[in-house]
């Protein structure tokens, strides 16, 4: 026992520091090039300002701040040049700023420095909030399972699970592997894997998947894959593979980056060694001249072209309950061709309500909704909530039942006021007791995409009630507006096809696919995407997570979405408003815009400025302000996008 005790207290108190220091590195690993960049900057302005006092006191800090700021860079660029053997623009910086100081030029050298390693820190705090990270998803799966042989019970890792294997799942426990129920009954939430907006009755026959929540009743389990071939384990594997795909555009910019750094290096050393060889120009003049070209085809403005605007058009979007992960994705969401939407939770509220109350015989609504809502005050079964909150917003007294009975896959049964009731599925009700106005009510709300159930005394059908997962009340002008910017709007979901097609009527969609398992939805934003191109996911539950991860841009809902949607997700709607996503596009369209503007120009000023040096000869400094002054003006062009997107609908456009 002492031992034990032991053991806890050690469980309990040795993993304080570990926290601490990891912590503490995971600050450093976050922040630590944006500081060190920052304190670049300020070391710069003390050593200008000390270069009126002392000029050994001014170098000594800049070249400080030259080992401050560029410690980051120039230890990416000796890796890449020694692991790869190869050459970036990170070791092409730091050659042109120790160029610039080798000549006398220290300010020149450090702002090159600082200006590059700041644009650097914020790249690299802008992809730090786009990795995806899947952490919270694996904390939904099962560690272990209650293992049922010959009316034993076992607790046992689920790998240690094999076909074939009987497990007891008790309620409010989640399913441990996927199976077949062998006994027992009662309603899982699959929403996790399905998106079903609510639990689905099981009972034996029916199948049950991996990390499914269990409700009220006990199931016992038929274990029919083992825990590495489950859905849930596919679920996870599909988001790591999509994780570790780079876009093409990112692969191009790798091997642009390596070429032109090359072509610079060598371009110097050939300024530097060929002319004292071929003409009567000094050596101190073509080292001069070569290090002008160092400095004024070094890529600080291309650097800034990007940055600068992607960081002011998440800072805009941020203003507007948008978080943006990452530059590259404004850029595919400008070329949006397909908006896909997830159903539950994303166009629709991701909980039932009471839509419609249907009488009969002598009753009246009021009567049928209170009687149903006092007998299912005992339930925590969803549809049981929604009739009893639809009660108390028509502010009807509900009492409590003098005997109550739950009844898994049916419904439920009380003593009521000196009657004996029923709420439950229309199949519950006998069919000599169900007449023709009965059955043709429930057929008609269920051709609606509606859960119907029925309120049954000793004299049959007192009534029904309808209930559904409300749409949102801004998804049909969100669908609105996307077509009318060209966009297609399409709609993935594991709800069945009758209540798919009845809320795609409502928010205007065409393009509807339903019963659609994570893998499934995988495939077909893969079909979409092959189809019209660049495709929008929309999401906010683990099953949208490998089709967020899988979309050209995974968009996911703030407020009602899962931890794992959030994390796969390349934006983020922090507010849950999805007329956003039309304001992202746009968003993402003017900032491809201005991009390209920046990468046109400062491409234009390093060639002028090359070809100035190679013509006619420019003097370093004025090589500097060139070169620094195309910087300032493409961050400053980027810097536009903090004033906003125009909502082009909105004024008629």
């Known amino acids: 026992m002492n031992s034990s005790l032991n053991n806890v207290d050690r469980n309990v108190h040795s993993p304080i520091v570990k926290p601490t220091i990891h912590s503490v590195k995971s600050w450093i690993a976050q922040y630590g090039e944006g500081v060190a960049a920052l304190l670049s900057g300020l070391l710069i302005a003390v050593a200008w300002v000390l270069g009126n006092v002392s000029d050994t006191a001014s170098v000594i800090v800049y070249l400080l701040a030259f080992v401050v700021g560029g410690f980051a860079k120039a230890k990416e660029g000796l890796e890449t040049l020694i692991q790869e053997r190869d050459l970036d623009v990170n070791l092409l910086m730091i050659v042109a700023a120790i160029g610039a100081a080798c000549i006398g030029y220290w300010a020149e050298g450090a702002v090159l420095i600082f200006i590059f390693s700041l644009s650097g820190a914020l790249e690299s705090y802008t992809m730090a909030r786009s990795h995806r990270d899947i952490s919270s998803l694996m904390e939904l799966k099962p560690e272990t399972a209650v293992l049922y042989t010959d009316g034993q019970e076992t607790v046992v890792p689920i790998e240690q699970l094999s076909v074939g294997d009987t497990v007891i799942v008790k309620p409010g426990e ?23 907006s609510v639990p689905v009755d099981k009972a034996a026959g029916d199948g049950v998947y991996a990390g499914t929540l269990n409700g009220q009743g006990i199931l016992f389990v038929e274990v029919t894959q083992t825990s590495e071939s489950s859905l849930f384990a596919k679920i996870i594997r599909l988001v790591q593979e999509a994780q570790s795909e780079k876009p093409a555009s990112q692969r191009f910019i790798e091997r642009f980056e390596r070429i032109y750094a090359r072509a610079i290096i060598a371009s110097t050393l050939l300024l530097v060694l060929v002319p004292p060889v071929l003409s009567a120009v000094s050596w101190s003049d073509a080292f001069y001249k070569a290090m002008v070209f160092l400095v004024v085809a070094s890529p600080c403005a291309l650097v800034a072209s990007i940055m600068p605007a992607v960081l002011s058009a998440v800072s805009n979007g941020a203003r507007q309950g948008l978080l943006v992960k990452g530059g590259a994705h404004l850029e595919h969401l400008a070329n949006t061709a397909v908006v896909a939407f997830d159903k539950t939770g994303t166009l629709t509220e ?101 859960t119907v159930v029925v309120l049954r005394g000793s004299e049959g059908p007192a009534g029904l009630i309808a209930m559904q997962d409300r749409i949102r009340p801004q998804a049909a002008a969100v669908v609105a507006r996307l077509k009318q910017m060209g966009i297609k709007v399409a709609m993935l979901t594991g709800d069945q096809e009758r209540t798919a097609q009845a809320v795609a009527r409502e928010a205007g969609i065409d393009l509807v696919y339903a019963r659609l398992l994570p893998e499934e939805k995988v495939a077909r934003i893969k079909e979409l ?64 815009k201005i991009i390209k503007q920046n990468l046109v120009f400062s491409i234009s000023v390093i060639v002028l400025l090359i070809a100035a040096n190679f013509l006619q000869g420019i003097a370093l400094p004025l090589g500097v302000v060139g070169h620094e002054g195309s910087t300032i003006l493409v961050i400053l062009n980027g810097l536009r996008l903090l004033r906003g997107v125009p909502d082009r609908f909105a004024s008629g456009e």
Do not use: C
């Open 174 to 196: 989640r399913i441990p592997s996927d199976g077949v129920v062998k006994g027992g009954a009662s309603a899982v939430n699959q929403a996790s894997i399905t998106g079903e």
């Open 529 to 592: 995407r092959q189809t019209y191109g660049k495709v929008a996911m929309v999401g906010d539950g683990v099953n949208d997570a490998p089709a967020l991860a899988a979309a050209t841009t995974g968009i996911a809902m703030g407020g009602a979405g899962s931890d794992s949607a959030l994390e796969t997700a390349d934006i983020v709607l922090m507010n849950d408003d999805t007329r956003n996503i039309a304001t992202a596009i746009a968003l993402g369209q003017k900032t491809k």
């Open 350 to 450: 991701g909980k039932p309500a009471v839509t419609d109350v249907v009488a009969f015989r002598s009753y009246t609504e009021e009567q049928v909704l209170e009687i149903a809502a006092s007998i299912e005050s005992f339930s925590e079964h969803p549809l049981a909530k929604a009739v009893v909150q639809h009660a108390a917003e028509r502010k009807l007294e509900v009492g409590r039942p003098e005997r109550f009975t739950s009844l898994t896959g049916f419904g439920v049964e009380a003593d009521y006021k000196g009657g004996t009731w029923t709420v439950g599925k229309p199949e519950w009700t006998d069919a000599e007791t169900r007449e023709a106005e009965v059955t043709a009510a429930v057929h008609e709300l269920e051709q609606q995409g509606k």
